[in-house]
Structures are given as C-alpha cells and as structure tokens.
C-alpha cells in the first residue's frame, strides 16, 4: 500500500485539504500551522513514507507511539513543530522537525531515524521524504516546470513546461552524485491551471530522485527521497533524511509561484550577516591563463597579484572582493613551470612559498587597504594520488577499484572532517581570507557506493553529506562575516541546503565569455533562484549585459590593449546600480520556447512594487531578422505614469504603465545588440 495524503488545493491562502478519515469545511482557509497539525495529526498517515522490515509504512505507522510538540520559533513568520514515531516494539524512532513560514505559505520537514533498541535495527529501505497526494477540484489539466541541471551548455538551467498526461509519470534524478548535475535540477513546481500549484524544493547535495504522477484529472502523487537506500542502523544510531520545502501558491499564472519563491529563498535559504541576506559580491580576478604551459594561476606571484589590486584602484574598476582561483598551491606551479596543471596537483593545500614567500598576507592586506575582500579557491574534497593528504592521511581517502589516482577525502569520517575544518579554518585566519570558494569536479557517487558496509547501502552518502554540512557550518559559525561560494564544476550543486549556505558565483563552465549561453543561464536559473552570478570577458555592451545577474566576475585583461577604461568604469557603475533588482520580481518576456538559436529575441523584466521601478534586459541576437520587439510587462501600476532611461544613452521616454502591460516596443537597430532599460513611477 503507498502512502497517500489526498489535499484539495483552493484559492485563499494554504490549500484545504482533505483526508481519508475526516473532511475540513469547503473554502475554510488552512494556515501552514493548521497545515501541519492536520497533516501530522495523530492518526493520519503522514507526508511521508518508508519501507521497514519489509513492511511498508502505510501498513503500521498509526499503530506506533505518536508525539507532537510546538517549538520555540525563531522568528514572527515561522512555526515550528517536532512530531516523532516510535515502535513500541523494535524501538525505532522516526522524528520531524518542522517549519512553516507563514508570509509564504509554506512548509518544510527533515526526517531523522534513529535506532533505540540494544540491537541492530531492521532494515529499512524506500525512504520517500515526501510522498503526497494533491488534489486540486475543478482542475482541467496539470503542468510540471521542471529545468536541466548544469552539464556547462547553453541550455543549462533551461526551464521546460511538461504537460502531465493522466496515468504518466515524470521522473528526476541528477548525475553521479552532484544535486544539479546534468540531468535534473531539485526545484520544480507543479501547476494546476488555472487553480495555482506547489513548488517543491528538495534539500540534498548528493543522490535524489523525484516521481510527480498524474492520478487523474483533479490530482497528482509527489514522491523524492534519497535515491537508493536499503541499510540497518546499529544501536542509537542516527540518520537524516533530505530536507522537503513545500510553497503553495494561488491564482493562474505560475510565475507568481516562482516569484514568491524567489522571496523565500531570500527570507529563509540564503547566507545571513547582521540578520539580513548577504548580498553577493563582485568580483575581481587576477587574470587567467599565462603563457603555456601555465594555466589558471599557476605562475602568479605575490608581487603580481598586488599590482594587479594596484591597477585596479588606478583604473577606478575597483571590485568588492579579489578572487584567487585555482593553482596558487605547492606542485601547482614552479621555477621550471614543469608542474603548472593545477587539475592534477589538488590534495597539498599548502601555499607555493616559491611564489608566495610570506603566504597571502600580502595579497589580503593590499586588498583590505583598498576596502575590498580577499577570497580563494579550495577543493579539499578531491584529493590526487601522490598528494600531501594522500600520502599524510592514506585512512581518510575513499577509494573506487577503477581509479587509483583520483581519492574522495572521506567526509563521513569525524575524526576527519573535524581536522579538514580547523585547518581550513587556520589557514583562512592565518592568511586573512575573507570569502571562502569551494570547487568540486569529479563524480562522488562510486566513491559512496564502493565503501558501503554489508546491508548498508546508501549509508556512506548519507554520513558524507551530513558532515558536508557539518563542514560548511563550522566554517559559517567560526566567521560570521564569511561568504562561501559553491562552485562544482560551475553550478552542479545547487539544492535547498546548499542555497541556505552558499551561492554560486560561477554557475557554469559553459564556453568562458560565450555571452548567448550566459543569456540564457541567467533567464533560466531566475525562476527559482535570485542569488547567482557569472564572469564578463568581453568590452562591449552586449558581453556585459549578457553577464548581468546578482553577482558578478571581472575578467578583463588590464594589461592588454582592449577596452576602455572609461567603458570599464560605466559598466561597474551600471552593474552596482542594477544588481538589487535581481532579488526582487522575475518575469521572462520571451517564453520557455527554444531560446538557444541566434535568430531569436531575449528579454526579462525585473520589478520592484515597493518603490514602482524596474529593469528590462533584452537581446537581439546576430541572426534575427526584425529590429523590434513587442512585450508585455508585468506587476505595473496601470494608472501610473513612468519615465522609463535607455542605460546605453540615458535618452527618457514616458509611458503609462497600462501602455507597458499591454504592449510595450523593444527595438535595436543592429544585431548583435542589447538593451537595457530602466523604470520609474513618477
């Protein structure tokens, strides 16, 4: 028997519901706290499901020991819940921490299992973390928006509209054990025309999977959980389970669901300095990519690098934070440049003393005395044959059969985690680095497979994204000022946890400077979330507004002959002034049709209600055909007059916002072209 919730989805507020065993009013408004203690409610089968001793869940969990209680919360908007199951027999307890955010109608849970018996537990297998069916009266027809995951194209991100057809089934799973690998991306939201939806949000930087089937025509089943789990616990131990985020939205436009979604990625899932979103920065590097054989900075020197911040203040293109990348460690680089592959050398995370004598000390303080931060590349997970750590801490390496250069530094192991986090910690104070990058490019999953114990499938995965976390927060808690950036081979860990702790500066290893793809990464990564960034290459309008987003990489030559400085200092002025846009309303102005061919238009809005301004960013690519372009804005006042600024000239023109909702002209005389046009009520 699968577990199922049947929940009748209305207009006002969170959904009503209805269950097998009792039937709430029509149009009585639920809130996310009568949400929870009805769903949770004893005597109901819960949101989830699970396999135990061959039995399933839905055959016994009203018969455990049941127990609710209200938590302190943190704040005005949240709701907090522990709810716990308990076979009185076997003693195995299943525990979940619950939130619901009032403002966002929205919930979340994690599921804990621990074993409270003297013996081994049972096995259990089949864990969905959410398994749930909606209901929506009246519906005629249902969509899934679900986008790719990061494989370094020019359709990364890219969100498609799948029509779910009664009887069919929509499965989700990444690559390999990166959350947002190739093949799927853990957010996707769920709509039922004309009636509103759900977005869902799953919490899991390793292996996921997600089932959305369409019963018939007024519901649909979501299950996700951990992809492959069959394990027994031993005595008191403990397990969790990814993290499920359920938003509910209203109404017949399924933007507005990404729209609210977007605020509570920002409220709820994002880094917090002094109590507010911290704001990602951008970004100055120290050039890349000398004279073969060196590459990234593999041949930089301490002297280099200062005056690199030095020209920087002379070019008046100061940046917020200096990004030094990868290649800066011992056997990255040398006097005979025989060693310059930073790729291969990762596992010595020790300074190259040749190049920099007295560490980055240095490099920060010129940096700091410029009022900027100081951040560096680390991979500590991904460790090479040879390596310091390989030959220092042989015990900590996970190892595949078929690779025998290439080690996974064992996470899940304690002793080791905490001696990865006080040495980078030290290494972080010691050298005065601000912001904190972690890269990741190589597939973990063989690794966790091939160290699972006897009966323990999925445990290794499990222990190592636990101490991933537990990694990442001794960090955030140890410098509470600190930023990290996610990197895994560009955008490839992307999930609800990681969001809460991190951003990607770099999403994707798409073609460096390409400027179509990174138009297209920045439309599609927006409708979920408002916090990500890539670099700029090119001098010129078009790479810069390509590259627009909430954060954002300066990667111009400043020894060159190309550019200008007064170009440069503009469009550092226009990115300061545009970036707080990204975080507020997203609209895409083009469609989710096929954008990646260079005859088609590209454009979005971004629109602030709190002060009735806004950004509009639109592309003509080289091959398109027609100089103008119709579209409809969003979120306006139609009664309102605006003044509306070309960036490119300043040039004004006034328009009423009804004019702009019902059709607004964009036009560009040549092509390739791009268009930035800005905003504001009168």
């Known amino acids: 028997m699968i577990n199922r919730i049947i ?66 919360s943190a704040g005005a908007d949240e709701i907090t819940y522990t709810v716990s199951y308990t076979d009185p027999a076997s003693k195995l307890q299943v525990v979940c921490n619950i939130k619901g955010f009032k403002k966002f109608q929205s919930v979340e849970w994690v599921l804990h299992f621990t074993n409270g018996s003297s013996g081994n537990s049972a096995q259990i297998k089949n864990i969905k973390a959410v398994d749930i069916s909606l209901q929506y009266p009246g519906a005629t027809s249902f969509n899934l928006y679900r986008s790719e995951g990061s494989d370094h194209t020019i359709n990364d991100f890219r969100l498609h509209k799948v029509l779910l057809q009664p009887g069919s089934n929509q499965h989700m799973e990444p690559e390999g054990g990166r959350s947002s690998d190739k093949t799927a991306f853990p957010f996707l939201n769920i709509e039922a025309e004309g009636k509103g939806g759900v977005i869902a949000a799953i919490g899991w930087t390793g292996t996921w999977f997600a089932d959305i089937q369409h019963n018939n025509k007024q519901a649909f089943t979501l299950q996700s959980g951990m992809r492959s789990i069959d394990l027994f616990l031993y005595p008191g131990e403990s397990i969790r389970t990814p993290m499920i985020a359920l938003l509910f939205w209203q109404g017949n436009n399924f933007i507005k669901g990404h729209n609210t979604f977007r605020q509570f990625v920002l409220a709820h899932h994002s880094r917090k300095i002094n109590g507010r979103f911290a704001e990602y920065p951008l970004s100055g590097g120290f050039e890349w990519g000398d004279p073969a054989p060196c590459n990234e900075y593999t041949c930089l020197t301490e002297e280099m690098a200062i005056a690199f911040i030095k020209r920087y203040k002379q070019f008046g293109i100061m940046p917020e934070v200096f990004w030094l990348d990868a290649g800066w460690y011992a056997g990255a680089g040398g006097p005979d440049f025989s060693g310059a592959n930073w790729a291969n050398k990762v596992g010595t995370w020790r300074v190259d003393t040749t190049r920099f004598p007295r560490g980055f000390k240095p490099i920060s303080d010129a940096a700091h005395k410029t009022g900027a931060k100081f951040m560096v590349w680390f991979e500590p997970e991904r460790v090479m044959k040879n390596s310091e750590w390989a030959t220092q801490f042989p015990q900590w390496m ?11 530094f064992d996470l899940s192991n304690k002793e080791a985690r905490e001696w990865l986090s006080k040495y980078i910690g030290d290494f972080l104070e010691q050298n005065g680095i601000d912001y904190y990058r972690q890269d990741f490019n190589m597939h973990a999953l063989p690794y966790w497979e091939a160290n699972d114990e006897a009966g323990r499938k999925g445990m290794k995965e499990i222990r190592y994204i636990e101490g991933l976390y537990a990694y990442w927060d001794y960090l955030l808690n140890r410098f509470p000022n600190l930023l990290i950036d996610n990197c895994a081979s560009g955008g490839r860990r992307l999930d609800l946890e990681t969001t809460t702790r991190s951003a990607p500066l770099w999403r994707t290893d798409y073609q460096y400077g390409e400027p179509n793809g990174y138009q297209n990464h920045t439309y599609g990564l927006n409708f979920y979330l408002p916090l990500h960034g890539t670099g700029v290459f090119g001098f010129d309008e078009y790479s810069f507004h390509s590259a627009l987003s909430s954060a954002m990489v300066i990667n111009w030559d400043l020894t060159g002959m190309q550019g200008n400085i007064g170009d440069m200092q503009k469009y550092v002025q226009q990115f300061k002034e545009l970036r707080s846009y990204y975080y507020d309303d997203y609209y895409p102005l083009t469609g989710l049709g096929d954008l990646i061919t260079m005859e088609v238009w590209m454009a979005y809005q971004l629109n602030r209600t709190a002060d009735h301004s806004g950004v509009v960013v639109a592309f003509r690519r080289k091959d398109n055909k027609n100089e103008k372009l119709s579209v409809k804005l969003n979120g306006l006042d139609g009664d309102g007059n605006y003044d509306i600024t070309n960036m490119h000239d300043n040039s004004i023109i006034k328009k009423t916002g009804k004019e702009m909702m019902e059709g607004f002209e964009l036009e560009l005389k040549k092509a390739p072209g791009s268009l930035v046009l800005k905003y504001k009520r009168q």
């Open 7 to 72: 929940i009748a989805l209305y207009f006002l507020l969170l959904p009503i519901f209805l269950l097998s065993q009792s039937q709430l009013p029509i149009n009585a408004a639920i809130s996310p706290q009568q949400w929870i203690t009805q769903i949770f409610a004893k005597g109901k089968l819960p949101p989830f499901s699970f396999e135990y001793n061959g039995q399933a869940s839905a055959g016994f969990i009203k018969k455990w020991k049941y127990n609710m209680i209200k938590e302190n």
């Open 398 to 408: 996970l190892k595949r059969n078929n690779d025998a250069n290439t080690f996974l």
